[in-house]
C-alpha cells in the first residue's frame, strides 16, 4: 500500500461528511418533504384552486417563487469574469458541448421511449428533464470528487446561456419532429413551442440575469472574500429550501396520482438511474481518452451527467400544467439524482487512482 492510500481511504471515508447537514440529507428531506406533501393534500383537497388564485404566466405565485428561488443561487455563485480562461480550454468545452447537447437529450429521448411507451405524460417529462443540461447540485459532486471547480461553474455558465437559446426549439424537436420522423407518437396536440421559450425565459432567464448582476455589483463593492465567505454561505441554502417547498406542494397536489399508481412512479426512476450510471461512465472515459487531467476529467462528467431539475420542473408545470404526469415525472427527478451522483462520486474517487498517474487526494480545508 502506497503513503497515499491512508489519506485517500480517509477521504473518501469523509466526503459524505463535509457536507452541510442539509446538502448531506437531502435523499431524506426529498423522501420528507414527499410524505408531508402527500399528507397535506389529504388535509386540503382543495389546495389547487387555492394556488393558482395569482398567477405567473400559467404558474401559480407559490410555485414561482419556489422555482425562482431554486436557481437564483446558484447562478449567483457563478464567476462571470472567468469565462475566458476556461472556454480558452477547447477540447473540454467542445466535448462538454457535445456531451450536453448532443449525447445526453439522445440517450435520454431513447431510454424514455424504451422505458416508457405506453406513459406518454411520463416520458415527456423525462425527455423534459434530458433536456435540461446541470447547473445546480452538480458543483457540490464536483467539488467532492475533487474535479475543477473553475472549469465547472463556467461549463454551468455555458448550460445556462445555451438553456435559454435552445431549450424551446430541441423540446420541440425531440417532443414533436424526431418522433414524426420515427413513426412515433407527438405531443403536438398539447405542446406550443412558445410555451417551453417562455417557461425558460422566466424561470432561467430572470434568475440568470439576477445572478449575473448580484455577482458582478457584489464582487466589485464587497470584493470576492466577503462574496464569496459572507454572502454565498447566506444565500445557498435557499436553494435547498426552495427546492423542498416546491416539491411539498407538487406533492400536495398530485398526491392521488402518485399514491393510485406507485408502479408507474417506480417505471420513471429506471429510465433515470440508467441515464446517470451511462451517461457519466461515457463522459468519464471520453474525458480519459480526450488525454484530460483528472480534474477536468471528473467535471466534464458530472456537468454532462447531472440534470437541471429545477428547470424541468418549471417548464412542466408552465406548459403542461402543475397537476400533470410531466410534472410528477421531474419531481421524482431530484430524488434519483441526489443519491445517484453521491454515489458516483465515489466511483470518480476510485478511478482517479485506477486511471490516472497521480493517485494523491488534496488536503481538504
Not at 94 to 122: K, Q, R, Y
Not at 127 to 154: F, K, P, T, Y
Not at 207 to 212: A, K, M, N, S
Not at 337 to 349: D, H
Request: aromatic share 12%.
Amino acid at each position: 500500500m502506497t503513503a497515499t492510500a491512508p489519506r485517500t481511504a480517509e477521504f473518501e471515508s469523509s466526503v459524505l461528511r463535509q457536507l452541510s447537514t442539509l446538502d448531506r440529507f437531502l435523499p431524506v428531506w426529498i423522501g420528507l418533504a414527499m410524505v408531508a406533501g402527500l399528507a397535506l393534500g389529504r388535509v386540503f383537497p382543495g389546495l389547487n384552486g387555492q394556488l393558482n388564485r395569482v398567477t405567473i404566466d400559467t404558474t401559480s405565485l407559490p410555485i414561482a417563487i419556489g422555482l425562482l428561488g431554486m436557481m437564483y443561487p446558484v447562478l449567483a455563485k457563478v464567476r462571470y469574469d472567468r469565462l475566458h480562461d476556461v472556454t480558452a480550454d477547447k477540447p473540454l468545452v467542445i466535448s462538454s458541448l457535445l456531451l450536453n447537447w448532443v449525447i445526453g437529450p439522445a440517450l435520454m429521448f431513447t431510454l424514455a421511449w424504451v422505458f416508457l411507451p405506453d406513459l406518454p405524460e411520463f416520458r415527456t417529462g423525462i425527455i423534459l428533464v434530458g433536456l435540461a443540461r446541470c447547473i445546480a447540485m452538480v458543483l457540490i459532486w464536483n467539488s467532492l470528487a475533487c474535479g475543477d471547480n473553475e472549469a465547472a461553474a463556467v461549463l454551468v455558465l455555458l448550460n445556462s446561456v445555451f438553456q435559454v437559446a435552445a431549450y424551446a426549439l430541441l423540446g420541440y424537436f425531440y417532443l414533436e419532429t424526431l418522433p414524426g420522423w420515427l413513426g412515433l407518437d407527438t405531443t403536438s396536440v398539447h405542446f406550443v413551442l412558445w410555451d417551453i421559450a417562455r417557461s425558460v425565459l422566466i424561470f432561467l432567464g430572470v434568475p440568470l440575469v439576477l445572478g449575473f448582476l448580484t455577482s458582478v455589483i457584489g464582487r466589485k463593492r464587497k470584493g470576492d472574500a466577503w462574496y464569496e465567505q459572507r454572502f454565498l454561505p447566506r444565500i445557498g441554502p435557499w436553494a435547498l429550501y426552495s427546492l423542498l417547498f416546491t416539491i411539498v406542494v407538487l406533492f400536495a397536489i398530485q398526491g392521488d396520482a402518485i399514491t393510485s399508481q406507485p408502479l408507474d412512479v417506480a417505471r420513471i426512476a429506471v429510465p433515470l438511474v440508467v441515464y446517470f450510471a451511462v451517461m457519466w461512465t461515457a463522459s468519464f472515459a471520453w474525458g480519459r481518452a480526450q488525454g484530460l487531467t483528472y480534474p477536468k476529467t471528473a467535471t466534464l462528467a458530472f456537468t454532462a451527467a447531472g440534470n437541471n431539475f429545477e428547470l424541468a420542473i418549471a417548464v412542466a408545470i408552465g406548459t403542461f400544467g402543475i397537476t400533470s404526469g410531466q410534472a410528477l415525472a421531474g419531481v421524482v427527478g431530484p430524488l434519483i439524482e441526489v443519491p445517484a451522483l453521491v454515489a458516483l462520486v465515489y466511483v470518480a474517487l476510485w478511478a482517479r487512482r485506477r486511471f490516472f498517474a497521480d493517485p494523491a487526494i488534496p488536503a481538504q480545508a
